[in-house]
């Protein structure tokens, strides 16, 4: 079992930088991929970031390439989306999950414990 809590979430001018946090519990964290997933309203979820258990890949949706970053505090049992010049299409609830026995994963079939989301909402 592993539980998910993200923070971090908020209201942004366009340009604005926020930065995300995951804290996990249960199973051991380094031992299982992180990603970060968002979904807007009336809009399928969607990919935006993974990493995997070792934190040596990483992965990212192309609308964020260059602009968000995720890396993993394994003595804080906490993954963090550093989000850098937002845009309003960034507008969405952001949420966490945890791939068990994955390397880490675009496809959210792959992941087995969600976090609940925190909004993040970028103004023009």
């Known amino acids: 079992q592993v539980q998910l809590v993200e923070s971090g979430g908020g209201l942004v001018q366009a340009g604005g930088s926020l930065r995300l946090s995951c804290t996990a519990s249960g199973r051991t964290f380094s031992t299982y991929a992180m990603g970060w997933f968002r979904q807007a309203p009336g809009k399928e979820r969607e990919f935006v970031a993974a990493m995997s258990v070792t934190g040596r890949n990483t992965y990212y949706a192309d609308s964020v390439k260059g602009r968000f970053t995720i890396h993993r505090d394994t003595a804080k049992n906490t993954v963090y989306l550093q989000m850098n010049s937002l845009k309003p299409e960034d507008t969405a609830v952001y949420s966490c999950?945890?791939?068990?026995?994955?390397?880490?994963?675009?496809?959210?079939?792959?992941?087995?414990?969600w976090g609940q989301g925190t909004q993040v909402t970028v103004s023009s």
């Open positions: 999950a945890a791939d068990l026995y994955g390397s880490g994963s675009g496809a959210a079939r792959a992941y087995d414990y």
